[in-house]
């Protein structure tokens, strides 16, 4: 008899085992298109948003080529709470994963990515989790309203379920983005977002490409600011270095003619001879070659 794998599930109210890094970010929500925010996430007068789609984050981990997850259902402290979903709104989120990273520049291949549903429950039904309701097989080929902030027919149909009593199961939604593998090219691609912007994945957090650039460009020029005054320095100090050796020898050389003098004979003019009546004929017999060791020779 074949041994049954058992399903993988989380336990609501507990804390996930890593914090958000450079793969693994939480969300609390399932907006995974900017146009899915709705207005209340807006605050006025500053029009700032309280939440933001998951779009940077998924595309901030495709431009790094790590890969990573989103962790849909999980606050930022690390604790599961879990998203009640439908079996539509499980299609819903599929469709609106698949619609946004058709929209990237360059589009997403299947291949990159892949979305799970992992159940959340509680402590007493880890081992033996309660199944998923029954549902109308037919009704998921219905289409569904992605891309925007107002309610889809399966949502409505969630609600629904709701006041007569049926609650969806609730789930971890884990996006999850490969890490590029293609060995034949050496830099993997970059993608742009539906808006056109360019993210990178930091640690637990993501930034635009362009202010990662410059930042990094600002970094480069302080550096090498710093190798050439660096470089400078050590330039001047060994010229002083040997300035001053120079200087030392030539002391020393001046200090060794004075003590040993001139041991060969010694030429003198004339006092009747000046400087401009010496004969050049003259000049080679008074020309002294000294030497320290042998002495002053003629020549």
């Known amino acids: 008899m074949a041994a ?19 793969t693994h970010e939480f969300k609390g929500h399932r907006e995974i298109a900017p146009e899915d925010t709705p207005p209340w996430a807006f605050r006025h007068p500053t029009e700032s948003q309280s939440r933001k789609a998951i779009s940077r984050n998924l595309n901030a981990f495709l431009n790094t080529g790590l890969g990573g997850v989103v962790y849909c259902g999980v606050d930022d402290r690390g604790r599961v709470l879990g998203l009640h979903l439908t079996r539509y709104q499980k299609d819903h989120m599929l469709l609106s994963v698949r619609c946004l990273l058709m929209r990237y520049r360059p589009a997403v291949p299947s291949a990159r990515y892949r979305v799970t549903f992992v159940p959340v429950v509680s402590s007493a039904e880890v081992d033996d989790p309660p199944a998923e309701f029954a549902y109308d097989v037919s009704r998921r080929t219905k ?12 949502d409505a149909d969630a609600r629904a379920r709701s006041v007569s009593g049926i609650i969806p199961l609730s789930y971890v939604i884990e996006i999850e983005i490969l890490p ?15 808006s056109g912007q360019c993210y990178v994945r930091r640690q ?9 650039i410059r930042r990094q460009s600002e970094q480069m020029a302080l550096q090498s600011q710093r190798d050439i005054s660096a470089l400078q320095a050590r330039l001047d100090s060994g010229l002083l270095s040997k300035v001053r050796a120079n200087i030392g020898k030539f002391i020393d050389v001046s200090e060794a003619f004075g003590s040993a003098g001139l041991n060969g004979r010694q030429y003198e003019l004339d006092s009747d001879d000046s400087e401009d009546s010496w004969d050049a004929e003259y000049q080679p017999e008074h020309r002294l070659v000294a030497s320290l060791s042998d002495g002053a020779t003629v020549v």
């Not at 691609?189 to 539906?194: D, R, V």
Request: proline fraction near 5%.
């Open 180 to 194: 590029w593998a293609d060995r034949d090219k050496a830099l993997h691609p970059f993608y742009l977002t539906e």
């Open 4 to 22: 049954t794998c058992k399903q993988r599930v989380y336990v609501r109210g507990s804390y996930m085992p890593f914090e958000e890094d450079e």
């Open 143 to 154: 289409q569904h309203l992605v891309a925007t902030s107002h309610y889809c027919w399966c």
């Open 204 to 212: 637990a957090s993501i930034m635009p490409a362009a202010a990662l």
